[in-house]
């Protein structure tokens, strides 16, 4: 290879933070107790657990009595949906056609055991429509969840909406902010949720450590059952180092988060508005500009997502698609469906996520090689050739 | 996740395109599925003199359309019929088991390429 | 304070060992990619988790594909329990008393939906006896879990012969070795087990992640929902850098197992006997040789496991107590009392966990600050004097 | 998890011992509970001139019994009975929650000694 990778993926996990790291090494091998022990290294640690609790309990507008940590997003999708499900009386949820698998899998599941489900639909942009969540509200609906930002197509709900309906019939809603906090400004109040999931590796922390908000006075089942720690809601010896990281990812995150976002909103659109002028055949997919600052997706008509992919790896940018082939499934993307693309649309998806050190000159870079290698496929495209033969004809 | 040779087909295809006048023709697969293969083949006295091949698809689907346009060059008609997916992928050294499904294509591309021409030729 | 500490609570969580963190280390920030991304980042990921797959693999006798990696102990142990119990027909399990919480709440969780638990006594050094769990096997009996070794009194259980009932009756059993694993040997096969537990923060490895193992052609549901890593068993981004760990940490210890083991034993011994010299009215705690190599635990009669505790930790011992008070309960550790204990013993028990670094300089060190401590306590104590007067009257 | 100043009555107990021929003396707890206190006091002219105690106990139950002893020192018996947990505790800088039962103790030991007093010289 004769130049850097540029890392567009970072809606899939982003790097360490160096800062982060630094906090966290000294939790390893250096003061490693554990945060339950009562001698001089457990009470350090668990001094630790407890700052990093109130970081990321101030990034949210929560208390830190309102937080648990949890081993990943996804745990903290399945405990909020499965723990409220566990001790709620009725049996009906209401959930959208575009939540990230951890919460529609989970939902699936519940099914199995006798839940009902609504997955609403969304529009031509991924947006669930309040108005339908209200519509869609039964006597016996337990629980509302709705993601905060999408992670393929970067939509951001109307959350303070729905959780004004929520908050106005008393039911509970759980929201999956894993994409949006520490990108766009999230308030637990703001928003009336009484759930939230993160994760601490889409934000600059490490993987394998995630939270859950939850608001003081909701009952939920633990997920983990066990010792004590997490006011006996999580069990499971604290995941000392993780947190500490967490915590101050978090905080640097809220922290830079007007700054970071207006820069990476700026170079999202020189991105978008760069292929949409040099190459015919495509499609944005979301909304224009009611997306994640560092979101941009794509489809490019005639070609297949893992190829466009592969190429653009060869050529130095990592990215991601929504083709079924990368997924190993047979299916494309669940999200490109509910927005309305036909398969062999969504098969030719290309999502590239920008992080904290995303440079104008990658973005040049990309828009230098991306027209070519569309071009390669095309040409390799016995779609492309009918279409266009049918064109010329 | 792939292999070199893979890559290299990928990479690099070898006789991607059309051809003109072909003596016969196939595509399989469908759009909706992510995996589309179209084959183009020359015979001359019983013999595949040139084959091209077309592909919407994945790394492995590229990769495993070059590969059989390579193999089936210089075989008989009845030679090219036998040929497996089996044996494409291992001359490519292997594939990733979710993308076995993929290399099913190719061998159905040139089958389909055959029959087109055994039908223009019976 | 004028020395340093001496870490003997190792039961409780270890040290990341150097080798370890140094392995861990170029995952966070410079080698960051999700393993499920197709990119060169992703893939680079993804074999370093397959690496740590076999490693710990290796380390059981296990294959590869039948270890999934989980984000602590506990999740094992619920994991295990819930996921086949979920799938599985009847409604009955057996377990014993002496179990870490992560799988006596999850049995109690589990009575709460309608399943029967035995939970099988123990003898006075914390032995489970095969016959017992063969006698309580019924029509209906869908799961044996019954630990490898304890990890307060470090008795290490019968579990091959405990195996050999479970296969000859045909039941899925689990066993928690959480504490076993790279302490001493610890192989599937031999042991006749179906699942299996263990957690990287108690042999070297770092805090948040732990691994189940599950027989090929066992059936059990998922425990988190979402994406499809794991062989689509345990949804969550993989947590790289600390698998990466876990791999490595394991791989050590089981390499050293006997040379460390032997080490250890040796140590322990003269710490047991030591006290059992100097300080009357103790008590040793589970059995004098089938115990873990690095396990001390006992009893110091008329004097509280809290104040024992704080006071070496003052003269630079850390240790834990099975006491109430030190877990903020009422009531003394459930293992002190399921071996015979009257409460107002176990209330003062003391457990050493001897690890990698310890000298013999710290247990002579140990061995000279122990009985002053505890006679200071026992001065200071009712009890000892009232029971002092009776034996002199 | 303890203040400073727990520490320091739990590392130098104040008053730790029994008084010959006590005025009054109170033993409160039990073992199973983890906690006992038993608590001496010298009373001349209706004021308590000394005060030791023993204590079975958690470090929160040792801090609390010193404390308490030093606090009723030089108190009558009505200001002696007044004294509350809370001002034991707050005197030392405050407890964790989960161990607030533990300062229970000190305040009914004391009131056992006071009763015990009282009942001998009513
Ligand atoms: C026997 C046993 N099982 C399970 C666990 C739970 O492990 P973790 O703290 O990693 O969840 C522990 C340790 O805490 C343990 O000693
Ligand atoms: C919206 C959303 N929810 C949940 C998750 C799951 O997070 P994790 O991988 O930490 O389990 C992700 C990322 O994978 C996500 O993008």
Redesign the pocket.
């Known amino acids: 290879m004769n130049h850097k990778m540029i890392y567009l993926d970072n809606?899939a996990t982003t790097a360490v933070r160096p800062e982060v790291l630094d906090a966290m090494l000294p939790w390893f091998s250096a003061h490693y107790g554990n945060p339950s022990s009562i001698h001089a290294a457990g009470r350090e640690a668990k001094i630790a657990v407890e700052t990093a609790r109130k970081q990321v309990a101030a990034a949210i507008g929560a208390l830190p009595q309102e937080i648990y940590f949890t081993g990943?997003?996804?745990e903290s999708?399945n405990w909020a949906i499965r723990g409220l499900a566990d001790v709620a009386k009725g049996r009906h949820i209401i959930t959208s056609a575009i939540e990230?698998h951890?919460v529609l899998h989970t939902c699936e599941y519940l099914e199995k055991k006798g839940y009902e489900v609504t997955y609403l639909p969304v529009d031509e942009y991924g947006f669930v429509s309040p108005q339908a969540v209200k519509d869609a509200i039964r006597g016996d609906t337990i629980l509302i969840t709705v993601?905060t930002a999408n992670?393929e197509i970067g939509t951001v709900e109307p959350i303070a909406e729905i959780g004004a309906i929520a908050k106005e019939a008393g039911i509970p809603f759980h929201t999956?902010a894993?994409?949006a906090v520490g990108a766009i400004p999230v308030d637990v109040n703001a928003m009336n949720v009484d759930m939230l999931?993160m994760?601490a590796?889409?934000l600059g922390g490490p993987k394998g450590v995630?939270a859950l908000y939850v608001r003081k006075g909701l009952r939920i089942s633990p997920f983990i059952f066990g010792g004590a720690q997490e006011h006996n809601r999580r069990a499971g010896t604290e995941n000392l180092a993780s947190i500490v990281g967490m915590g101050k990812a978090i905080e640097i995150a809220a922290a830079e988060l007007e700054e970071h976002g207006k820069r990476l909103t700026k170079l999202r659109d020189k991105l978008i508005g760069g292929v949409l002028k040099t190459i015919p055949d495509v499609r944005l997919n979301g909304h224009p500009t009611q997306r994640l600052p560092n979101n941009f997706n794509m489809c490019f008509r005639y070609i297949e997502g893992e190829s466009l992919l592969m190429r653009l790896d060869l050529a130095g940018v990592e990215g991601s698609s929504g083709s079924a082939c990368t997924s190993g499934s047979l299916d494309p993307s669940h999200v490109l469906l509910a927005i309305g693309l036909p398969h062999e649309i969504a098969h030719g998806s290309l999502r590239l996520t920008l992080g904290l050190d995303t440079t104008q000159e990658d973005i040049d870079y990309v828009l230098s090689k991306l027209p070519g290698i569309v071009q390669v496929l095309r040409d390799m495209s016995p779609l492309y050739h009918m279409d266009k033969a049918k064109e010329n004809a | 996740m792939y292999s070199d040779k893979v890559m290299d087909h990928f990479e690099h295809p070898r006789n991607v395109g059309e051809i003109d006048n072909a003596s016969g023709s196939g595509t399989v697969g469908n759009a909706k599925c992510g995996d589309i293969m179209k084959m183009d083949i020359k015979v001359e006295n019983g013999v595949i003199v040139d084959a091209k091949f077309k592909t919407f698809g994945c790394c492995a689907a590229v990769a495993t359309s070059s590969m059989a346009t390579e193999m089936i060059k210089g075989k008989t008609i009845e030679e090219a019929l036998a040929l497996t997916n089996k044996q494409v992928m291992d001359e490519l050294g292997g594939l990733p088991p979710v993308k076995i499904h993929c290399s099913v294509l190719a061998e159905e591309s040139i089958r389909a390429a055959l029959e087109d021409y055994q039908k223009k030729h019976a």
Chains 1, 3 share one sequence.
Request: aromatic content about 0%.
């Open positions: 809606a990943c997003g996804s999708d990230h951890a993601m992670n999956d894993v994409q999931s994760s590796h889409k995630g």
